[in-house]
C-alpha cells in the first residue's frame, strides 16, 4: 500500500470488484463485507467497524450513511457514489480519490467530510457533521 493509500470500506450495495482491484493493484487497502461473511451487517455495525479500522466508507446508501456519520465527532469519511454500472462504480471511485489527492493527502482531506460523486468529474465535499 503506497503512502497515500486509502483505507476502503466498500459496502455491500456494491461490487466486492471494487475491492479486489485495489487490493490486486496495491494502491489502497480495501474490504468488502461479501469477501469476509458479513452480509447483512447493519449500518450502525459497519460504521462501528470502520471507525475502530480507520476506514472510509464508499456506499451508494446516502441517506443512511449520512445520517449514522453526521452523530460522529470523529470519522475517516465517506464517499457517496451514484447508482451506476459496475465498470462505472469503478471509474466514479478511482476518479474520486484523484479528486482527493489534488487538495492534499487523501487519507487527510477526507477526514470529517462527505465526498458526493456524481459523474466522472463531478464531486462535490462537504464538512459532515
Given at each position: 500500500m503506497g503512502?497515500?493509500?486509502?483505507?476502503?470500506f466498500i459496502d455491500e450495495c456494491l461490487s466486492p470488484q471494487l475491492a479486489r482491484h485495489f487490493n490486486e493493484t496495491g494502491e489502497h487497502d480495501a474490504i468488502h463485507p461479501r469477501d469476509m461473511g458479513r452480509l447483512g451487517d447493519l449500518d450502525h455495525?459497519?460504521?462501528?467497524?470502520?471507525?475502530?479500522?480507520?476506514?472510509?466508507?464508499?456506499?451508494?446508501?446516502?441517506?443512511?450513511?449520512?445520517?449514522?456519520?453526521?452523530?460522529?465527532?470523529?470519522?475517516?469519511?465517506?464517499?457517496?457514489?451514484?447508482?451506476?454500472?459496475?465498470?462505472?462504480?469503478?471509474?466514479?471511485?478511482?476518479?474520486?480519490?484523484?479528486?482527493?489527492?489534488?487538495l492534499g493527502e487523501p487519507s487527510d482531506v477526507i477526514v470529517n467530510h462527505v465526498l458526493e460523486v456524481s459523474g466522472t468529474d463531478n464531486f462535490i465535499l462537504s464538512p459532515l457533521p
Open positions: 503512502e497515500s493509500g486509502l483505507r476502503l455495525v459497519v460504521l462501528a467497524r470502520c471507525l475502530a479500522e480507520d476506514r472510509v466508507i464508499v456506499t451508494e446508501n446516502a441517506v443512511d450513511f449520512r445520517k449514522l456519520v453526521a452523530r460522529e465527532e470523529l470519522h475517516p469519511g465517506l464517499i457517496l457514489l451514484s447508482s451506476v454500472s459496475r465498470d462505472l462504480s469503478l471509474q466514479l471511485l478511482i476518479g474520486a480519490i484523484a479528486y482527493l489527492a489534488t
